[in-house]
């Protein structure tokens, strides 16, 4: 504990300095102009289809259900009939459905898209009372953990970068304050977290490293679309630093379960019994943690081909062979993040499970007097007087009721 501590507490004193220092100012200049469009919400009240003009030729056909009027009233109580959006992609609105309109400098309103707060907020009651049924208090320290993350994401990270502060910077000193406050307020102040604490602090460096070798290793700069090329261009962000702070923060999101996993399980075998040493908790917490690795691997390539589904589709319309596709920027800077990552998620296994073992076989020293008659460790077979939840060692007492 005092090793740990010894680490612990200067880790948060420089994190809170590095905190205070980069906290953003407000005073980002994103060289976009406001805008004098005003966005207003209302409800479309009828729908006045009409028949679709003729494309031309080769053209793509519009879609009928976009050909027409809506009548819609706006929340101020104006009731008006505009065209509805039409084109490739336009969706399809019906009477009753809550829009966002666009009010302009002019005074023209315009159907933009529909709005979604209604149903947003049922989702995350739906989220929150699922996570506070099971989880209980825990679910509810969870659920706060969530809101400072955002938070830290929307106040700190994000603003830092905009005003021109180094992205890896930011990303690492984000990450190490949602680190270590999301992990104690979420599973309290206990060994087990601080073990976890350490464990990924290791791992989340050792993912650091690792990246900032790779990214320059395999040329990658982190212009990959519109919208790094644009960030590029007019805000002069270092895009290949911001592609680095993605990665960390990324990381940092698989690091805590794995290590929080990897802490509580030695933990938990160490209290089922506590004549296992160091050698047999690593093995065993191990043995879990290589099956929750191998898990854990399938969902990320899984997480990747479902959010690119529709680039993968484009790439095998056009009948690119595989080595071309793989060596496009966009695909083989997603290859580089998988592989840096898991890289970082293996080393978590052992470096948290060898550090939990430590502590718990310090608690719990090898040969401890109440399991020495138990040959089989922890799957001996237990008197047959007791069931599975009695505690091996009753007391005295309780042994010669049992026996008369």
């Not at 019906?94 to 159907?111: C, N, R, S, W």
């Not at 529909?114 to 996570?131: E, K, N, S, Y």
């Not at 002069?236 to 802490?263: E, F, H, N, P, R």
């Not at 050698?279 to 899984?302: D, E, M, P």
């Amino acid at each position: 504990m005092v090793a740990g501590l010894a680490v612990l507490v200067p880790l948060a004193v420089v994190t809170l300095a590095a905190l205070l220092w980069l906290w953003p100012d407000g005073k980002a200049d994103t060289g976009a102009a406001q805008s004098s469009v005003q966005r207003v919400t209302g409800t479309v009240t009828g729908i006045q289809l009409k028949q679709c003009p003729a494309a031309p030729e080769g053209a793509p056909q519009p879609d009928p259900a976009t050909c027409g009027n809506a009548v819609v009233r706006v929340d101020g109580g104006q009731v008006m009939t505009l065209r509805l959006p039409s084109g490739p992609g336009a969706q399809h609105f019906a009477a009753g459905d809550d829009v966002i309109l666009l009010h302009g400098a002019d005074g023209k309103y315009q159907i933009s898209d529909h709005d979604r707060t209604a149903p947003l907020w049922v989702f995350g009651a739906a989220f929150a009372l699922a996570v506070i049924a099971f989880g209980r208090w825990r679910g509810v320290t969870a659920l706060v953990g969530l809101v400072v993350t955002f938070v830290l994401l929307l106040t700190f990270v994000i603003p830092g970068i905009l005003e021109g502060e180094s992205p890896l910077l930011v990303a690492i000193v984000g990450s190490a304050a949602i680190m270590l406050t999301v992990l104690y307020l979420t599973h309290g102040f206990s060994l087990s977290t601080s073990v976890a604490v350490l464990g990924t602090l290791a791992s989340l460096t050792l993912t650091g490293v690792l990246s900032y070798g790779a990214l320059g290793f395999a040329r990658l700069n982190g212009i990959t679309d519109d919208s790094a090329l644009a960030l590029d261009m007019s805000l002069k962000i270092d895009t290949q630093g911001l592609l680095l702070a993605s990665i960390i923060i990324g990381a940092l999101g698989v690091l805590d379960d794995v290590t929080v996993t990897q802490a509580v399980t030695v933990a938990e075998l160490a209290h089922a019994n506590p004549s296992y040493g160091f050698t047999r908790l690593y093995r065993a917490a191990g043995r879990i943690g290589r099956a929750h690795i191998a898990s854990v691997i399938n969902t990320i390539i899984l997480a990747y081909a479902g959010a690119s589904l529709p680039l993968l589709l484009l790439f095998s319309i056009g009948q690119q062979p595989l080595g071309e596709v793989l060596t496009t920027p966009v695909i083989a800077q997603e290859i580089v993040r998988s592989i840096v990552g898991t890289v970082g998620l293996i080393a978590a296994v052992p470096i948290t499970t060898a550090l939990a073992a430590l502590t718990a076989s310090r608690h719990h020293p090898e040969n401890h007097p109440a399991e020495e008659t138990h040959d089989g460790g922890f799957f001996a077979p237990r008197d047959a007087q007791e069931d599975l939840f009695t505690p091996s060692e009753r007391p005295a007492r309780h042994r010669r009721r049992a026996r008369t």
